[in-house]
């Protein structure tokens, strides 16, 4: 079973943290998550949402999709958490993205893992 794991901020919180005007950059935000979410669909793999409790709301408001809470005190500990906890649900090809990184050929990447 194929997942990928979207690593996010609300679309406000991740313009502030880039240093940009959240009135514009919001909504790109938001575009770039929904592109993550229709490329998992496409790549037949059940996205996750890894963000703070609470955001999920902010970020992806229009579906309804699994979600896994961020632990750990650096990025490398948040990224192998949330790795370890995809897996703890049964998922046997993880992949792990971040949603200002537009999705690239996800099925190829796949079928790399699957072999």
């Given at each position: ?16 943290a ?16 929904a ?41 490398g500990?948040?990224?192998?958490n949330a ?5 703890a ?27």
């Open positions: 079973m194929r997942a990928i794991v979207i690593f996010a901020r609300s679309p406000q919180r991740e313009a502030l880039k240093g940009l005007r959240v009135e514009t950059a919001a909504p790109l935000f938001r575009s770039f998550t592109m993550w979410l229709r490329a998992a669909q496409h790549a037949g793999a059940q996205p996750i949402v890894a963000c703070d409790d609470g955001a999920l709301r902010d970020i992806a408001p229009d579906v309804d999709r699994m979600h896994i809470a961020q632990r750990g005190a650096t990025f500990e948040r990224a192998a790795a370890a906890d995809a897996f649900r049964g998922f046997t090809h993880v992949l792990l993205a971040a949603i200002d990184a537009p999705p690239a050929e996800i099925g190829e990447a796949f079928d790399a893992l699957e072999r």
